[in-house]
């Protein structure tokens, strides 16, 4: 006997009866049996309807989270011609809703500029959740991602919504993302096709609403040369491409960073009127940062406590000298920046005019910056800090499109 199942009006499956003899279900009450049918729906619905709030309330959770995260949260630090190009880029694309790829080095802070992307987004109010990709094992990404079912798996005890669920209303942070492997990257890709998920051991497909932020410290272009990413998922995340400036790029926010670090120190460890003297601003500003603002922060952490060490927690003032840092100089010294453009030479006969020599200037040092930058226009614009169409009308007087 077969009997279908609706919930509000939609069908929704059937229950079978097996009989082991003939003429079982003969003398079944009609009555009971509908009693029966209603009440298997209702536990139905309202499985479901736990299933809903829980993911509910986990999404609310995280919204908790975010908020207290942010009670103690920064704008970016920076005023720099690459930051304040890098800025104006977030202005515009936060208040969309398109997909982002966070460019940069290990430690720049691209997680940083993803949650100032999400702060500023009309998905403010909803969660933001974050998925580091490398810290992923293979063998439970999928379900990390996507969600599983009560015995999808050894170990699967009940249902479990993934952070596609979770962020649902609000932004998912891929972070690391090159590091997925190829298998996961073609089921997020369709993902981000579809806007549906299906969890692990279910055939249902689940809609989310989810804007995605993805970050790197990978060459993607290169990755997608070599086979280990997917062309067209690269075309998919890449919507809006941000490039998060090195520290050794950015100048004096060096400083600036470390008078913001100095007072996190100085709240942290019961310490007063923390500064640096003249011979550590030098350092910090020489210094190549191979590490970043990470390397910055480790570095300002490990010399505050020596000093507090050295001068005592009660002192009025506690100073950080260049023997407090831990920097080494003549390495530092050994990195040196690109040589600066040479101006053209004058001849005997016809010296250049001004005009013709500052061209020449401009046209040697864009060159040099495409070189470095792979001939990534948006990212030169920024370092020289100039907006995208300024720059490319200078490209167009310049002959050098």
Known sequence: MGISL??????????????????????????????????????????????????????????????????????????????????????????????????????????????????????????????????????????????????????????????????????????????????IQAKMLRVLQSGEIQRVGSDQTIKVDVRVVAA????????????????????????????????????????????????????????????LDDSAKQALQQYQWPGNVRELEHLLSRSTLKAVAEQGRDSRTITLSLRHLDIDLSAAAGLSAAPSPALPAATDLQPPTLKEAIDQFQRELIRQQMAKHNNNQAAVARELGLNRSNFSRLLQRLDLR
């Open 216 to 275: 790197t410290n990978r060459d993607l272009q290169k990755e997608v040369a070599d086979g280990r990413f997917r062309a067209d998922l690269y075309h998919r995340i890449s919507v809006y491409p941000i490039t998060v400036p090195p520290l050794r790029e950015r100048g004096r926010d060096v400083l600036l960073l470390a008078g913001f670090l100095l007072e996190t120190n100085q709240r942290r460890l019961g310490a007063q009127g923390l500064h």
């Open 6 to 183: 609706y919930i509000d009006d939609q069908p929704w499956g059937a229950l079978t009866l097996d009989a082991m003899q003939p003429g079982t279900f003969d003398t079944i009450n009609p009555l009971e049996l509908r009693a029966f049918i209603r009440l298997t729906e209702a536990t139905v619905k309202a499985a479901e309807r736990m299933d809903q709030l829980t993911a509910r309330a986990e999404r609310e959770h995280q919204v908790a989270r975010n908020f207290i995260e942010d009670v103690g949260a920064t704008e970016i630090i920076g005023n720099s011609p690459p930051m304040r190009a890098m800025k104006e880029e977030l202005e515009i694309v936060a208040k969309s809703h398109l997909i982002v790829l966070i460019l940069g080095e290990t430690g720049v802070g691209k997680e940083l500029v993803a949650h100032q992307i999400h702060r500023h987004s009309p998905r403010a109010n909803q969660p933001m959740v974050q998925v580091n990709c490398a810290a992923l094992p293979e063998n439970i990404a999928e379900s990390e991602l996507f969600g599983h079912t009560k015995g999808a798996f050894t170990g699967a005890t009940t249902d479990r919504a993934g952070k596609f669920e979770i962020a649902d209303g609000g932004t998912l942070f891929l972070d690391e993302i090159g590091e997925l492997s190829l298998p």
